[in-house]
C-alpha cells in the first residue's frame, strides 16, 4: 500500500497563490521573486501520515533510550580486557566497542528525532521579517547628545585639568603591568642557538647501551645514535638538551667519501653528523647505507653524507651539520669541539 | 626387559629403533654443538654443504656476483657478508633477483632450506662475517622483552618502518618493507647485515640482548592477534590515513546529514 493512496484527497487545497512581495518575472529579470508558494506536506493533510510521523519520531526517541540503558549496563557489565573480531575493524577491545556504538546510537537518535520531527511535523511555512535601519530617529539623537554634553559640564571634566590628566596617567600605566608580564618570555637566546652539549673531549656514548662507543664498534655500513658524555636521559633538560645535540654516527668506506673535509672530520671513515633536519628541525634518520642519503620525513629534504651532508633534494637551505671527531688514547671516539654551524632550521639572526 | 625383546620383530620396531637413534644423535649435536660460533666448521659434513653450496652458487648467483664471490657491475660482492647475508637474502625470496630496480623486494622463496644453508656455507667461506643466528639468539622469554624492545625500536627502527612496523618510503623508489608476518630470525638477520640500503645494527652498537628484545617487539606488534584498542587502526600509518579518512567517511556523513536537514520535503499535490 504506498502512501499516495493513503492520503485523503479532499484535504488537498487548490493550487496555492504565492505569497510575500513577489513581482512578475516578466517586467524585470533581476526583481526579487519573493517566496515561493507555500504548499502542504502530507503530514500537514493527512491525520494518519500525521500520526504515523509522530510514532517514527518517538521510535527514533525509545531506540535512543534503549541505547543509553545498554550502555550503561556494558559499562558496569563488560569485561574490559575482552578483545573481540568484528568486522572490518579487526580485534579490538570489546568494551570501547561496545560503549561506542551504543553511545553513537543515544546520541544519533536524538538528533534524527529531532530532525524527522521538524521536517514532518513542525510548521514548515516560511515567515520572511524585513530588515530596517538600525539607526535612531533625529529626536532621540538630538536628546542624548544634549544629555551628553550636560554630564561633561557637570563633571568639570574640561575645567579641572588635573583630575583629567591623573585620570589619563592611571589609565595609561595600567596595561604596562599586563606587558611587564611578557619580559618573562625572555630572555633573547643570544647566542644559544649557535651552541650545543658537544665541547672538546666528549666521549661519544651509544643512546642503546649508555657506553662510550669505540671506533672499531662503528662497522661499514651501520647506524648509530650518540648523545654527549654526561649527559643522562634522567636530567630534568635532557630533551632540551638533545634537540640540539642529537648525534647520527656511520661508517662510510673512504674510497666512498667524497668531501675531503668530511674524511678529515672523521676517523677512518666514521663520520658523525647532526639528526636535526635544517629545514624545521624533523629528527633525520632515514639514513639508506649504499646510497649514503639521509632522508627527512616531514619534506623529504635529503642530504648526502659522504658529501658532507649536502642537500641533494628537498627545501632544507643548509647542509647538515657534521661533528668533527677523533679516538682518543683509549680508542674512544670524542668530539674535537662543537659543531661549527648552528644545527637545526634557520632563523633570523643566523650568520651562515 | 623381556617384554621389550618379545617385541624386536614387530614390524614397527625398526622405525622405533631408528627414531630413538635420530633423537639421540639430535639431543647429542645440540648438547655439544657450540652455540653461535663464528670459527669455521672443518667436519665433514660441512665441506659437502660448501662443495654443494659452491654448484648452486656457480648455477644460480655467479651471472651478477661473480664466480668467486667478487662482485660485477651488476651485483655486489659477498665478501665478509656472512651466512647471515645469504640466509636472509634466499631464504626471503629477494634472492635470486628477478629484475634491477631501485630496490630487490621480496618473492617467492626459490631454494630449499638446506640448499639455502650450503649456498650460506660456501658464501660464508669468502671472508669472516656475520653467521646465521641460532633459536636462543633471537627469541627470548622475558616478558618485560616488549617493553624495552619497543623504546629500543622507536629509537633504532621506527623512523623507516614506522611505529607499528608498517614500513614506509624512503628517497627515489626505495621502502622500507612492512615488519608484518617477518620471521623472527629474518628480522634478527637483517639488523645483524643490513641488507640492501638498511643500515646494519652490529652487535659492537646494539648487543644481542638488545636485538631479541627488538625481535620480540616487532613480533608481538605487527601480530594479526594483537588488538588495535582504539577500533579501526587504518593501516596504523599515522595522520596521513586518518586525514584522508576523516575527510572523505566523516565529512562526507556530515554533509549527507546537512543535506537531509535541509531538503525539501515531499508536498502533498494532486496527481
Not at chain 1, 623529504?300 to 677523533?326: E, M, N, Y
Not at chain 2, 653461535?36 to 648467483?61: M, N, R, V, W
Not at chain 2, 587504518?234 to 556530515?254: K, N, Q
Amino acid at each position: 500500500m504506498s502512501s499516495q493512496d493513503n492520503m485523503s484527497e479532499e484535504h488537498l487545497p487548490e493550487a496555492a497563490e504565492p505569497h510575500g512581495t513577489g513581482l512578475s518575472v516578466k517586467d524585470d529579470p533581476f526583481a526579487d521573486p519573493g517566496l515561493p508558494p507555500h504548499e502542504p506536506r502530507r503530514t500537514d493533510v493527512d491525520e494518519r501520515a500525521a500520526r504515523r510521523a509522530e510514532r517514527q519520531v518517538a521510535l527514533l526517541f525509545v531506540v535512543s533510550m534503549l541505547a543509553t540503558v545498554a550502555f550503561l549496563v556494558s559499562y558496569a557489565v563488560i569485561d574490559n580486557s575482552k578483545t573481540i573480531y568484528v568486522w572490518p575493524f579487526g580485534h579490538v577491545l570489546q568494551m570501547n566497542f561496545v560503549l561506542g556504538l551504543t553511545l553513537g546510537v543515544a546520541l544519533f537518535c536524538i538528533g534524527a528525532g529531532a530532525v524527522h520531527w521538524a521536517r514532518t511535523l513542525m510548521s514548515d511555512e516560511e515567515h520572511p521579517s524585513e530588515r530596517h535601519p538600525i539607526e535612531a530617529d533625529p529626536d532621540v539623537r538630538a536628546k542624548v547628545l544634549a544629555d551628553f554634553k550636560q554630564g561633561a559640564e557637570e563633571s568639570g571634566f574640561g575645567r579641572r585639568k588635573l583630575i583629567r590628566n591623573t585620570m589619563f596617567g592611571a589609565l595609561g600605566l595600567l596595561p604596562l603591568s599586563a606587558l611587564w608580564l611578557f619580559r618573562d618570555l625572555g630572555p633573547l637566546p643570544t647566542t644559544k642557538l649557535e651552541h650545543t652539549a658537544w665541547s672538546k673531549g666528549k666521549l661519544l656514548v651509544n643512546m642503546n647501551t649508555d657506553q662510550p662507543l669505540k671506533a672499531s664498534d662503528i662497522q661499514t655500513g651501520s647506524l648509530t645514535f650518540a648523545k654527549p658524555q654526561g649527559v643522562e636521559e634522567s636530567d630534568e633538560d635532557f630533551q632540551e638538551v638533545m634537540a640540539k645535540a642529537a648525534l647520527m654516527i656511520v661508517r662510510i668506506a673512504p674510497e666512498d667519501i667524497k668531501s675531503r673535509q668530511s674524511a678529515e672530520w672523521g676517523y677512518e671513515g666514521v663520520l658523525a653528523y647532526s639528526k636535526i633536519c635544517t629545514h624545521v628541525g624533523c629528527p633525520i634518520s632515514l639514513y639508506e647505507q649504499q646510497t649514503h642519503h639521509v632522508l627527512c620525513p616531514c619534506h623529504q629534504s635529503t642530504f648526502d653524507l659522504s658529501d658532507a651532508g649536502k642537500v641533494i633534494f628537498g627545501p632544507a637551505g643548509h647542509p647538515l651539520p657534521q661533528l668533527r671527531i677523533s679516538v682518543n688514547s683509549q680508542g674512544y671516539l670524542e668530539a674535537l669541539g662543537d659543531f661549527t654551524k648552528p644545527v637545526g632550521p634557520g632563523y633570523w639572526e643566523r650568520s651562515a | 626387559m623381556k617384554k621389550l625383546s618379545a617385541r624386536r620383530r614387530h614390524p614397527l620396531a625398526a622405525l622405533v629403533v631408528l627414531l630413538f637413534a635420530l633423537a639421540a644423535t639430535g639431543g647429542l649435536y645440540a648438547a655439544f654443538a657450540p652455540a653461535g660460533s663464528a670459527k669455521a666448521d672443518t667436519s665433514p659434513q660441512q665441506s659437502l654443504a660448501i662443495a654443494e653450496g659452491k654448484k648452486l652458487f656457480a648455477t644460480g648467483c655467479s651471472s651478477c656476483h661473480g664466480l668467486e664471490g667478487q662482485g660485477t657491475s651488476d651485483g655486489p660482492s659477498l665478501v665478509g657478508v656472512g651466512s647471515a647475508a645469504v640466509d636472509f637474502q634466499v631464504g626471503t625470496g629477494r634472492m635470486p633477483a628477478q629484475q634491477p630496480g631501485p630496490q630487490v623486494e621480496k618473492h617467492k622463496v626459490i631454494y630449499s632450506q638446506s640448499e639455502i644453508d650450503q649456498l650460506a656455507a660456501y658464501v660464508a667461506t669468502f671472508g669472516p662475517g656475520p653467521s646465521v643466528p641460532s633459536k636462543d639468539q633471537y627469541s627470548t622469554t622475558d616478558p618485560s622483552a616488549v617493553a624495552a624492545g619497543g623504546e629500543l625500536f622507536r629509537t633504532n627502527c621506527a623512523q623507516c618502518h614506522n611505529f607499528a612496523g608498517e614500513g614506509g618510503a624512503l628517497s627515489e623508489g626505495k621502502f622500507a618493507p612492512s615488519l608484518k608476518g617477518v620471521s623472527a630470525k629474518h628480522i634478527y638477520e637483517a639488523m645483524l647485515t643490513g641488507p640492501q640500503n638498511m643500515p646494519s645494527f652490529p652487535d659492537t652498537t646494539m648487543p644481542e640482548k638488545q636485538k631479541q628484545e627488538i625481535v620480540a617487539f616487532v613480533t608481538h606488534t605487527t601480530s594479526g592477534d594483537n588488538p588495535n584498542y582504539g577500533g579501526l587502526g587504518l593501516g596504523r600509518l599515522g595522520p596521513v590515513t586518518e586525514g584522508l579518512f576523516g575527510w572523505i567517511f566523516a565529512l562526507g556523513a556530515l554533509i549527507g546529514v546537512a543535506i537531509w536537514i535541509a531538503a525539501r520535503t515531499t508536498k502533498a499535490k494532486k496527481s
